[in-house]
């Protein structure tokens, strides 16, 4: 096998298939959100992730995993991705790890390490699926047991320094996302300036020309036709193009949705209460263009209102608890309509203190910004760090080890001895089971006990006698099978059950 890395020499490169037994979960016969008899938790992604059970399987038809293995998604956009085992039925879409005498958590940590390798070389038409040939034939650094255990400790520990560095950047994101709202809800309060000012009370319909909804009439990328702004292109205060669509506007529509500068764009309609009635200001280079019907154009009163000063303000808490207030949800969509918009009551000041407030908020709006962008590129070099962490360890460089000849060669004779103990173990399980629901079924077949009984019998004897006796709802749904099939029909009376 071509070496890529050089390791210790102490270490050997092996097939990940040689020191691992993995098998695909499968959907159980019986799966309900509440917990019943010889039922087990039910392990989906959901559920290995966060720990929440909010299903159970029936035991006799799940393949059952452990705590003593890891689990892998095999199927859908997160193939690759590795947690740790819990007991229970585990979802189709993963597969279970069991490690052969090496360290679980190395094992682990060496899967984490390869999780963009597997998600971008799935296989697949629509839905991507993990790669078996690639998957199996993964390179595995094996290192003496004591290195692995050596090694998966050093992880862990740098690991939780790592978290908690995110937390603490987390902490500072959300510090100055706190710091962004004082400033704009200092728009309406004069808390920036350090003069008296006197702030009249007015309603967004006194402040403007009016509100105008968006076009209706479907927008593409032809890049042709006239630019129609939507949803995505209001980003931070002010507009952005970089996903800008097109749409074929007759003279009139433009008429109607042209922008000019000055102008605001709010949202009226959106899933996120959070997005609901934001706004941004139209620039210079926006004129002309038109825009989409979940947005509504307003068109400030020049000489009462400053443009920026009005996108600001409908910014603060003071105009946010408002619009939160007023907006209705359809469906799952939150609204609210130009009737509402045109009685939110706007404090302002003199025009004077208008200008001052913006060139105000501007300043501290580019220092924040700055920070917040200081504060990813930090958090970026973080999680570059734990893949480093990861190389480090998988190549011998996170640890100082004492090589010795030979030693894995060892682990890997070992290894194989167990696995094929294992595997046989397992062969015999399989077969029992198997035998186990060969002789049940016979004894306890619908059809067979029916014969038995000179080809009739009440419902409630039948239940009870058959293989369903503990779970009522898969006995009518066999005997529903049956019934479809023509195998079985009821009594005149509805009394009994009888062989057709």
């Not at 997160?78 to 007991?87: A, E, I, N, Q, T």
């Not at 050093?154 to 950047?169: A, E, G, N, P, V």
């Not at 967004?204 to 995505?232: A, F, M, Q």
Request: aromatic content about 8%; some cysteine.
């Amino acid at each position: 096998m071509k070496m890529n890395k050089k390791i210790p020499e102490s270490w050997i490169y092996v097939k990940l298939d040689e020191v691992i037994i993995y098998g695909k979960g499968k959907k159980p016969k019986v799966l309900r959100n509440k917990n019943f008899k010889d039922s087990i938790p039910y392990l989906d992604i959901k559920a290995i992730e966060t720990g929440n059970i909010d299903r159970w399987a029936d035991k006799f038809s799940s393949r059952i995993t452990s705590s003593e293995e890891l689990v892998l998604v095999w199927d859908g956009s997160r193939s690759g991705w590795v947690g740790l085992s819990k007991d229970g039925a585990l979802g189709s879409t993963l597969v279970a790890i069991k490690p052969v005498v090496i360290n679980k958590t190395y094992l682990f940590y060496f899967l984490k390490s390869k999780f963009k390798y597997l998600n971008q070389n799935t296989k697949g038409v629509g839905i991507p699926h993990v790669d078996s040939i690639v998957f199996s034939n993964l390179k595995f650094p094996l290192a003496p047991l004591i290195i692995q255990k050596k090694i998966a400790k050093r992880i862990d520990l740098l690991f939780t320094k790592l978290d908690k560095s995110k937390s603490s950047l987390l902490k500072i994101t959300n510090l100055i996302e706190d710091f962004k709202n004082i400033v704009l809800n200092g728009t309406l309060s004069g808390s920036l300036i350090s003069e008296e000012v006197a702030y009249s009370e007015y309603h967004v319909e006194d402040l403007i020309h009016g509100l105008k909804y968006g076009t209706s009439k479907k927008s593409d990328y032809d890049n042709k036709g006239t630019p129609v702004l939507r949803i995505p292109n209001l980003v931070n205060f002010a507009l952005d193009q970089s996903d800008l669509k097109f749409s074929s506007l007759t003279d009139t529509e433009i008429k109607n949705y042209y922008l000019k500068e000055g102008d605001l764009l709010l949202i009226r309609s959106n899933g996120s209460l959070n997005l609901l009635g934001r706004t941004s200001i139209v620039s210079k280079e926006f004129e002309g263009m038109c825009y989409a019907g979940y947005l509504i154009r307003i068109r400030p009163k020049a000489d009462i209102i400053d443009s920026k000063f009005l996108n600001y303000a409908f910014h603060s808490k003071f105009v946010r608890d408002q619009i939160v207030g007023t907006s209705r949800s359809t469906s799952g969509v939150n609204n609210i309509n130009s009737k509402e918009i045109n009685r939110i009551k706007i404090l302002i000041p003199p025009m004077g203190i208008q200008k001052k407030l913006v060139t105000k908020i501007e300043t501290l709006l580019k220092s924040i910004d700055r920070a917040y962008s200081e504060s990813l590129k930090i958090k970026d070099k973080v999680e570059l760090l734990y893949q480093s962490i990861l190389d480090k360890a998988f190549s011998g460089d996170l640890i100082k080890t004492k090589d010795v000849e030979g030693f894995s060669k060892d682990l890997l004779k070992q290894i194989k001895r167990e696995k094929e103990l294992v595997l046989s173990k397992e062969k015999e399980r399989k077969r029992l089971i198997n035998r186990t629901k060969k002789e049940k079924r016979k004894l306890m077949d619908i059809l067979e006990i029916l014969q038995a009984h000179n080809s009739r019998m009440k419902t409630k004897e039948l239940w009870e006698k058959s293989k369903y006796k503990d779970d009522i709802d898969a006995f009518y749904a066999a005997l529903k099978q049956e019934v479809n099939q023509n195998k079985i029909k009821e009594s005149k009376d509805k009394e009994y059950l009888e062989i057709v």
